[in-house]
């Protein structure tokens, strides 16, 4: 066998990893290791890994089933970006067909979440300024999107709607659901705006036992 103090160059003397390493400890575990054959993660790493992935994966499925009863009701609904991401308006043009409708409002940079402003506005009733809530910049959809995590769980909003927005101004008293949809026009009848034709009709018949605040739209 090699001596292998006789191939150590002078940079390796100064390098106490090398000159410190235990070579006779790591062949004779080497040696162990290999003492019925190459190991089978060694002959088949593609094998293994798979095996992890697999593993990962059932964990997972095993975690998310767990959690399944946590879920909102209509989540799928809520999720489903490509059917809710549509009739996009700029959010500064959403504000000035506010304001062209007699509606005193204004908005301030937010900072939280991020690309949002905060939306004020003057109550008809009582003239007392109200915050309403956060609006998406520079663009908003019609409807929301519901952020989940990694087990399918409701994690807060991905994306803000304007009908969202509306919602918060009817409930805050704002507009009236008339003058809302006279503004920006009634939602199509269809599964999308389930929620928001549910929080109207809660709102419409003061059924406190649902806030629909609660609902993403």
């Not at 103090?5 to 390493?21: A, E, Q, T």
């Not at 080497?30 to 190459?38: Q, S, V």
């Not at 700029?90 to 506010?98: A, G, M, N, P, S």
């Amino acid at each position: 066998m090699l001596d292998m103090r006789k191939i150590v160059s002078g940079s390796d003397l100064n390098d106490p990893f090398k000159h410190r390493h235990d070579l006779k400890t790591t062949q004779a575990t080497i040696k162990t290791l290999l003492a019925n054959g190459t190991p089978n993660w060694v002959k088949f790493p593609e094998d293994y890994k798979n095996f992890v992935k697999e593993s990962f994966q059932a964990a997972k499925e095993e975690s998310d089933s767990q959690v399944s009863m946590y879920k909102m009701e209509h989540q799928d609904i809520l999720t489903n970006a490509k059917a809710r991401k549509v009739n996009a308006i700029v959010t500064r043009d959403f504000i000035q067909k506010l304001r062209q409708n007699r509606v005193n409002c204004f908005t301030v940079d937010n900072g939280f979440p991020p690309q949002t402003v905060a939306l004020w506005a003057i109550q008809p009733s009582t003239g007392k300024l109200q915050y309403i809530c956060y609006l998406q910049v520079p663009c908003m959809f019609e409807w929301s999107v519901l952020k989940v995590d990694r087990h399918g769980l409701p994690a807060g909003e991905d994306f803000r709607g304007w009908r969202t927005v509306l919602v918060q101004m009817i409930t805050k008293d704002i507009l009236t659901e008339k003058k809302a949809h006279e503004i920006f026009g009634k939602p199509t009848d269809s599964e999308v705006s389930l929620l928001y034709r549910e929080s109207l009709f809660y709102i419409r018949n003061k059924q406190a036992s649902k806030d629909p605040q609660d609902y993403e739209y």
